[in-house]
């Protein structure tokens, strides 16, 4: 973030603190039946990293760095209706085309209620998507997987919920399926390829979450489908199952996205020429991820992900066949030294290996190792609240 920015996005900060002080917000309702809040929190992961690449391996570089520094502010306006606003800074962004917004805005959205099963969100948000990785707080995610770690996940749109029993949601969403210019998003198309911009850029999602045995078994299935060009289609599907019983719980998810345009890019940017159209690919991810809080302060926590991309058919550009396969594996320990989880050290191993691709001109990554120690601590910078039972009348 820009020095200027910074600057600017404290200021607001300080004006709004400073008119919440006046009490105004959280003055005595003549109805009587109010729920007002803010809640301001400051998210911090710094760590050092030590890295070691290729076959054998070898030390490449080491050093601190701030994986993440994130501003989370969000609250309740009315019994109603509430807002979150979720900005990165430490992460520098052009203001994207699309939705006239920088990518270091993970969230600024409304939620209405309009009674205690149906809501709408509206708003830039996350797009829809299975499984417990992608659902977790991105401080939490030490790596992401493959499909996980390459989708533009926050776009901007409108979101229904249906709420039908405390342990069940059903949602329908249609959201931007990008932010900057299509060329941005699929790349130049080569000579004899007729591609066109799609008329309604949109993605349409549909989600079931739902949860059993008093939250121990959880669930979290979507899909999705685009167009990412003229006549073009991307589908995408992705599930989760996660076991909660004490200190132990455990997920598994899955991923596979078929397009007949590389929209994720994770092909394209392995080919000689990556800024070119890729047709015709196959993603795919499966992942595990255990964690055992076997002392209230300490947590072990392993994790294993496999990504399989490939093309279905072949191009102009691509011979059919596999271009990338890889096993991940992570292993760590987490220590909690005070009774909240706002704070936690951790000492995580990551492994990255590649097995070699079929199809010709696509470039392996290097096999990977990495050490990584620091910390993670969601700083509660301000928590107003003033809350009585909701009105759904």
């Known amino acids: 973030m820009k020095k200027n920015d910074f600057l600017t996005l404290v200021l607001i900060l300080t004006v709004f603190w400073a008119c919440l002080s006046s009490s105004s917000l959280f003055a005595q309702s003549s109805d009587g039946n109010t729920s007002k809040s803010v809640d301001l929190s400051l998210h911090l992961r710094p760590a050092y990293h030590a890295q070691f690449d290729g076959t054998p391996m ?25 807002y979150r606003y979720l900005q990165r800074l430490n992460k520098v962004s052009p203001i994207f085309t699309k939705e006239n917004l920088p990518s270091t805005i993970d969230y600024a959205y409304l939620i209405y209620a309009f009674n205690e099963r149906f809501s709408m969100t509206a708003g830039k948000q996350a797009l829809s998507i299975g499984g ?17 770690n390459l989708i533009s996940c926050y ?16 949602s329908f969403q249609i959201v931007n399926n990008r932010m900057g210019t299509w060329r941005e998003a699929i790349g130049i198309p080569q000579i004899g390829l007729q591609l066109e911009a799609p ?22 299935y979507a899909a999705n489908i685009t167009s990412p060009a003229k006549g073009k289609t991307l589908v995408m599907v992705s599930g989760g199952q996660k076991w909660e019983s004490g200190p132990f ?28 159209v890729v047709e015709n690919v196959n993603y795919f991810s499966l992942l595990g991820e255990a964690n055992y809080r076997f002392q209230p302060q300490w947590n072990i926590l392993l994790k294993c992900f496999y990504d399989d ?5 072949s191009s102009i550009f691509l011979d059919k066949g596999n271009c990338l396969t890889s096993w991940n ?13 706002n704070l936690h050290l951790f000492l995580i191993a990551t492994s990255a290996n590649y097995l070699k691709p079929t199809v010709a001109f696509i470039a392996t990554p290097d096999n990977s190792f990495r050490i990584s120690a620091g910390f993670i601590y969601r700083v509660p910078v301000l928590s107003l609240h003033r809350r009585t039972s909701p009105d759904f009348r």
């Open 58 to 82: 070898e030390f490449e570089s080491g050093g601190f760095k701030f994986d993440h520094v994130m501003i989370d502010l969000g609250g309740q306006l009315t019994p109603k209706l509430s």
């Open 199 to 220: 008329t309604l850029p949109l993605y349409y999602s549909i989600g079931w979450n739902s949860n059993y045995l008093d939250n121990a078994l959880q669930l979290r």
């Open 329 to 341: 594996y992570q292993a760590g320990i987490e220590f909690y030294p005070n009774k909240d989880d």
């Open 155 to 170: 776009l901007t749109g409108v979101q229904v919920a249906f709420t039908p029993t405390q342990n069940q949601e059903f």
């Open 249 to 276: 719980s455990i997920y598994i998810d899955a991923f596979y996205q078929h397009s007949e345009i590389d929209y994720l890019g994770g092909i394209r940017n392995l080919t000689i020429s990556p800024q070119n």
């Open 132 to 148: 417990f990785e992608y659902n977790k707080y991105p401080v939490d995610v030490y790596d992401y997987s493959g499909i996980s």
């Open 309 to 313: 991309f490939s093309t279905y058919k």
